[in-house]
């Protein structure tokens, strides 16, 4: 993780897209924020409504792709729940905030124009700091394993994979 964490040292919460397991069994993939970097994982958060939060319950196997300026990190391995997960809400951008109150299934399907009724008509009442809402969520992809890729115009692109094994990891090199 030590790698994951130089590389992403100079991001602010990167987009990273994040795939799950359908009950069909199928992948599905989305765009979450990458909210932070630890010892042994990588944490996002959600609506705990949400699909990819159901996905997760009923399988929590995941892989993530944290694509940066020239360079790719694949992440693989588990997921669990976050025990504070507070934290990172205070960090998100007032939009966002909002969006993690007022992103409902029932408001987007309305028309446009109600969907924004209903947000300028929320922060209108709520000017101040917003707590985080109830259903607001954290998880932590802990891999197994890492993939690590590096773009070089001058030749072959470099490609390192990572495995956890036990307490430790094993590295080798992969065309790129």
């Known amino acids: 993780m030590r790698l994951a964490r130089e590389w992403l040292a100079s991001y602010d919460k990167p987009p990273m897209t994040l795939s799950t397991f359908g ?3 199928y992948p ?5 924020l ?3 970097v630890d010892g042994g994982s990588v944490q996002f958060h959600t609506d705990a409504r949400s699909r990819k939060a159901a996905q997760l319950a009923a399988d929590p196997r995941a892989s993530a792709v944290v694509l940066l300026n020239g360079r790719q990190i694949v992440l693989v391995g588990d997921v669990e729940p976050l025990d504070a997960p507070h934290g ?3 960090l ?4 966002l905030q909002v969006l993690a109150w007022v992103n409902t299934d029932e408001l987007a399907a309305r028309p446009p124009d109600v969907r924004r009724e209903a947000w300028k008509r929320f922060e209108e009442e709520h000017p101040d700091a917003l707590e985080p809402p109830p259903t607001w969520a954290g998880y932590r992809l802990r891999p197994r394993r890492m993939t690590f890729w590096t773009a070089d115009d001058a030749g072959p ?4 994979e990572y ?3 036990g307490a430790g990891w ?3 090199a992969l065309a790129g």
Do not use: C, E, I, N
């Open 88 to 90: 990172a809400y205070g």
């Open 170 to 172: 094993t590295a080798r």
């Open 34 to 36: 990458l909210s932070g």
């Open 92 to 95: 998100r951008t007032r939009y």
């Open 157 to 160: 692109s470099t490609r390192v």
């Open 23 to 25: 009950p069909d069994g």
């Open 163 to 165: 495995v956890r094994h």
């Open 28 to 32: 599905d993939a989305r765009t979450v």
